[in-house]
C-alpha cells in the first residue's frame, strides 16, 4: 500500500487542520487506516485508528481535541485537529493495515511519509 500524507504546515495555537492520507495499491475499504506522530525528541505515538467500516480508537493523546474519518469512494482517510496547540508541533503519520491490532499497538503493515505540523503560539 502507497500511503500519502498532506495538509501539515504552519498554523498558529488555537487553529484547526484536517489532514489527509490517499492510499492506493490495495482496495481501500480492506485496509484499516490510522495516524500517529513523533514529536522531536520523543518517542512516536498513536493517535488514532478506523476500521474499514469505520469503528475508530483513539489513543491517550488524541482524546478530546481529534476526530479521525475516512472517505471510502476517495481512499482517503482524514484527521481533524482542533484547537491545536504548541505541543501539537510533529511529524503526522498516517498508516494502513490489514488487521486492527497491527493499527493499535503501532506496527502497521504501511507508513506514509508524514507531514509536518508546526503550531506557533
Known amino acids: 500500500v502507497q500511503l500519502q500524507a498532506s495538509g501539515g504546515g504552519l498554523v498558529l495555537a488555537g487553529d484547526s487542520l484536517r489532514l489527509s492520507c490517499a492510499a492506493s495499491?490495495?482496495?481501500?475499504?480492506?485496509?484499516?487506516m490510522g495516524w500517529f506522530r513523533q514529536a522531536p525528541g520523543k518517542e512516536r505515538e498513536f493517535l488514532a485508528a478506523?476500521?474499514?467500516?469505520?469503528?475508530?480508537q483513539y489513543g491517550d493523546a488524541a482524546q478530546g481535541r481529534f476526530t479521525i474519518s475516512r472517505d471510502n469512494a476517495k481512499s482517503t482517510a482524514y484527521l481533524q485537529i482542533y484547537s491545536l496547540k504548541p505541543e501539537d508541533t510533529a511529524v503526522y503519520y498516517c498508516?494502513?493495515?490489514?488487521?486492527?491490532?497491527?493499527?493499535?499497538?503501532?506496527?502497521?503493515?504501511?507508513w506514509g511519509q508524514g507531514t509536518l505540523v508546526t503550531v506557533s503560539s
Open positions: 478506523i476500521s474499514w467500516k469505520g469503528n475508530t
Open positions: 498508516a494502513a493495515g490489514e488487521v486492527w491490532r497491527t493499527l493499535t499497538s503501532g506496527t502497521p503493515d504501511s
Open positions: 495499491g490495495r482496495p481501500f475499504r480492506s485496509l484499516d
